[in-house]
């Protein structure tokens, strides 16, 4: 069964422009000109029921603009969207009991009451029975580590109390789909290993799909083994995380600490065209392969080991960070 399916799904904005000078604002009264902004293009999306997926993108990408129509806040300008079965915008009172949202930067807690007073107030809107709220809730609070938070008004919390708040508050009715927009924005490194671990916890245990929007790009390495990239509102990669990094790493470097002396010339003169070389000091130096996979390594270890001991060597991964930012600095065409 599939949690979102979407096929051509487009939003268009229709923004007013105005002409400059004092006759042009008079031109305006009577006759506006307005533009067509495409910010989602006919992307086509399939999130099978159980997945973590990580939905990036640069901002102005189109991240926002989909989480809004997948969630009914915005109705599609064309294409088909079907949620959880159901159309998110026609469908919406039926619809948001399947679903659970948690934006990093808006609270869906009432700001002056407890937080356990929002519980109950969620737990009304959303209809959740007397007996499972209770039993629910008590795992919940146990996981979060909140039940000292309960009886706080929310203004009170820290931001990283109230996230994990806002987390529980969002699970209270146990939909089938959660929403994440920027989870973790702003929060301690502990808070943020916790909060992982608790979201890893709701997918393997409640089989809880999760669609994930951030910045953080250790949140996409932590959670999501497939990644959706969104360009100028276009789909330009949608595939494994692993596979996006084999296919974008580009060239392997290597550190290496000498045994003994030796010069720049020396170690270009031995690799030939295998690698290129950074010189730190008279025994450090950093090679960059101009061959991919070990194939590359294996010979360039080959034709050094003859004529210099090696006292240590390291093999420097490409992070996602930097593969994804050269993604969109070079384009996906380069792949």
């Given at each position: 069964m599939r949690s979102i399916e979407a096929k051509g799904l487009t939003k268009e904005f229709k923004l007013y422009r105005s002409r400059p000078g004092l006759t042009g604002a008079f031109r305006d009264l009577l006759n506006r000109q307005y533009t067509t902004v495409r910010a989602v293009d006919a992307i086509d999306l399939s999130v099978d029921s159980g997945e973590v997926v990580g939905y990036i993108g640069e901002n102005g990408a189109g991240k926002s603009t989909t989480i809004k129509m997948l969630t009914g806040i915005l109705e599609p300008t064309s294409g088909v969207l079907k949620v959880n079965g159901f159309d998110p915008h026609r469908e919406r009172e039926s619809f948001v009991r399947t679903i659970g949202v948690v934006f990093g930067q808006r609270s869906q807690l009432w700001w002056d009451i407890a937080v356990r007073e929002s519980f109950r107030l969620l737990q009304k809107l959303y209809r959740v029975p007397e007996g499972a709220y209770g039993s629910h809730m008590d795992r919940l609070i146990e996981v979060l580590d909140i039940g000292s938070l309960l009886d706080q008004p929310v203004r009170k919390l820290s931001l990283g109390q109230r996230m994990?708040?806002?987390?529980?508050?969002?699970?209270?009715?146990?939909?089938r789909l959660v929403f994440l927009d920027e989870p973790t924005i702003g929060l301690d490194v502990l808070v943020k290993e916790n909060i992982r671990q608790f979201l890893r916890q709701v997918n393997q245990e409640y089989g809880t799909t999760i669609l994930l929007t951030t910045h953080d790009i250790s949140d996409i390495e932590a959670l999501c083994?497939?990644?959706?990239?969104?360009?100028?509102?276009?789909?330009?990669?949608?595939?494994?995380l692993e596979e996006l990094?084999?296919?974008?790493?580009?060239?392997?470097?290597?550190?290496?600490?000498f045994g003994d002396r030796v010069s720049l010339r020396n170690l270009q003169q031995w690799a030939g065209e295998v690698a290129d070389w950074h010189k730190e000091d008279d025994r450090r130096f950093i090679a960059q392969l101009n061959t991919m996979g070990e194939t590359g390594m294996s010979d360039l270890l080959n034709r050094l080991t003859p004529h210099v001991p090696i006292q240590e060597v390291r093999l420097e991964e490409t992070t996602t960070e930097e593969i994804v930012r050269r993604i969109y600095r070079e384009g996906i065409r380069h792949a």
């Open positions: 994990r708040c806002e987390l529980a508050a969002a699970l209270i009715h146990q939909p083994h497939r990644v959706v990239m969104l360009d100028r509102g276009r789909i330009i990669y949608d595939g494994g990094r084999q296919q974008w790493s580009g060239k392997a470097r290597i550190r290496f600490v």
